[in-house]
Structure formats: C-alpha cells, structure tokens
C-alpha cells in the first residue's frame, strides 16, 4: 500500500509534467493552494471528488500510481454503465448511489 507522502510526490511530479503551478492546478480542481501544497507534502488526502477532477486534468490514472487496475475489456456492458456514471456524478449524487447500493444489497441478502 502506498502511503501519503508517497501520493503527494506522484501528484507533485504529474502537476510539474503539465507545467502547472500549485494555484492553477487548485483552480482547476476546487481546492485550495494551501491544501493542495499539504496534499503534495503527504500531510492530507484528497476527497473522491477533487481526486478524479485531478485525474481528469491530469490525465492519470490509478496505475499512474502503481495500483493495478482489472482489464476494463473483462467488465460487462452494465458495469461500465454503472462505472461511468458514478464516475460523472457530482459528490451529492455519488453519496445517493451509495446509499442505495447499500440499500439494495441489503434486501438482496435475504
């Protein structure tokens, strides 16, 4: 498992490869400077929702991070809808999903 420090210097080095500063990178992605800065020295984490904005801009991935991702081919047609679309939600959505998966498994179970 990688550790704070060690996503704040991946983070810090693929904002450098885009020639971003630490204030237009915060921009972009709806956080701070200053929070920003603690997320590069490993003192903080990034939320899910500025996490994937971040990656979008970018332009990473989790194996950018050396997490090893299933093969996307290997999922159904389903799955990949479900994925885009909480991939695309906003944080209010994306906590109605989970509740309602939550729900559903659930009552799936009995």
Known sequence: MINKSTIGKIIQSLRKEKNLTQEELA???DI???YLSK???GLC???????????QVLDFTLESFGIKVKNHDDIDKTKKELISTILSASQKQTEVYNKTVKFID???KY
């Open 27 to 29: 921009e972009k992605i």
């Open 32 to 34: 701070s400077p200053n």
């Open 39 to 41: 997320v590069e020295r």
């Open 45 to 55: 984490t990034l939320n899910t929702e500025s996490f994937l904005k971040m990656a």
């Open 106 to 108: 659930e009552i799936v």
